[in-house]
């Protein structure tokens, strides 16, 4: 896989990470919410 163009300036906001991607209820983020949790074991 290639490297993101500029990734040293990529950034994602805490609003959109709990928000979206580990948002089980989100109508479109739910799937990686639940891919993310079962993979890391959140404590």
């Given at each position: ?31 990686k ?11």
């Open positions: 896989m290639g490297k993101l163009k500029n990734h040293e300036k990529a950034y994602v906001s805490s609003e959109k990470l709990t928000g979206y991607c580990l948002n089980e209820y989100h109508p479109y983020g739910k799937e919410a639940i891919t993310f949790k079962s993979v890391l074991v959140l404590e």
